[in-house]
């Protein structure tokens, strides 16, 4: 089997100078592309970003790269990959994903067969199996993904499993929950740090604060979960022990957060109570409900978050304008705050009353949204004492 793979971890668009910024800080040299970032790595390599990475989506192998302009070069190209190295005799390997971008060959269902095709025959060949009888496919899954973009094919074996913003601590959601990897993606893109008090004044299900109190402590984000390759037997067990034993180790509990999360409907704190419970930081995060409008804080240099309502998901123009006038009113007098407000209104800054510092295009799902951040002024704590 391979010790150096060649890997990319996938990341929403927007989102992957943040996702190169974090495997950097994991040591590694990567290159950001759109929607990626290519590194290369051994197996700890591949368990280490998948418990680690906070705005990605996934990490896959890249078993190979090709021009396929027509269906025998698709098939000689995947048939001419080193399978032997990856799939061990018996195992499942569905074509799981097969996507057709500004190519020739369109056709994804048989993109997909013509790949399954191929992967069978270099099998059979490798293990000496005859040709016309099946393989046995009741071992552990290897998902393969094909994606061919103006003609070039790109094979891939997905290492995570169910995406990586499935952390594993959300019981349950309210109406539009935000993904956990964006939450994370938003807080290291902003200007917040664990020293820092954070306010989610629209909480909801409580994703920003779970995440921000992971950063915070240090807890792998994966930490509650596995991963797809884990099943795999050329991944040693004890190599991922040490590698979760190592995040153990990392984390720190004892650190002082201040992180409050409110929202004006009593049964979503519940829901991020549940969550915070499940993520083992319901002592760590404060909870409870309160109209945004209500919101007032001595406090300076703090951040506040906010994943407001916006007209089309779940609440009527009207009613959306209001709460961003108010917004705009309730948060103007936290002059050293700095506010960071995700929404797809494109009259965000005309209804909340002020014009942002700087905007940048997220998306959330297939909706396109906005992050407007108004950076708070500065003020050192000792001259706001004296
Ligand atoms: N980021 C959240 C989702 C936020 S959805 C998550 O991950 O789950 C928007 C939230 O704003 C809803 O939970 C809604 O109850 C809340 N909300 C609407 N109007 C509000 C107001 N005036 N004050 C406080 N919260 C409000």
Redesign the pocket.
Known sequence: MKTEFNLVATAAAGLEAVVGREIRDLGIECQVENGKVRFKGGVDTIIRTNLWLRAADRIKIVVGEFPARTFEELFQGVFNLDWENYLPLGCAFPISKAKCVKSKLHNEPSVQAITKKAVVKKLQKYFHRPEGVPLMENGPEFKIEVSILKDRATIMIDTTGSSLFKRGYRTD??????KENM?AAILLLSNWYPDKPLI?????????CIEAAMIGMNIAPGFNRSFACEAWPWVDKKLVQSIRDEAEEKANYDIELDIIG????AR?IEI?KKNAREAGLEDVIKLKQ????DLKTDKINGVVIS???YGE???DDKAVDV?YN?MGQTFAPLKTWSKFILTSDENFETKYGSIADKKRKLYNGTLKVDLYQYFGQRVKRHQEEN
């Not at 959601?173 to 935000?178: C, D, L, V, Y």
């Not at 989610?200 to 920003?208: K, M, N, Q, R, W």
């Not at 309160?290 to 409008?293: E, V, Y």
Request: glycine share 12%; with cysteine.
């Open positions: 959601k309210g109406g539009a929950p935000i939450a989610d004044p629209t909480c909801g299900s409580g994703t920003f409110t929202d004006i409907d979503m991020a309160m109209r945004l409008q994943n407001p309502p998901r779940l609440l709460l108010e």
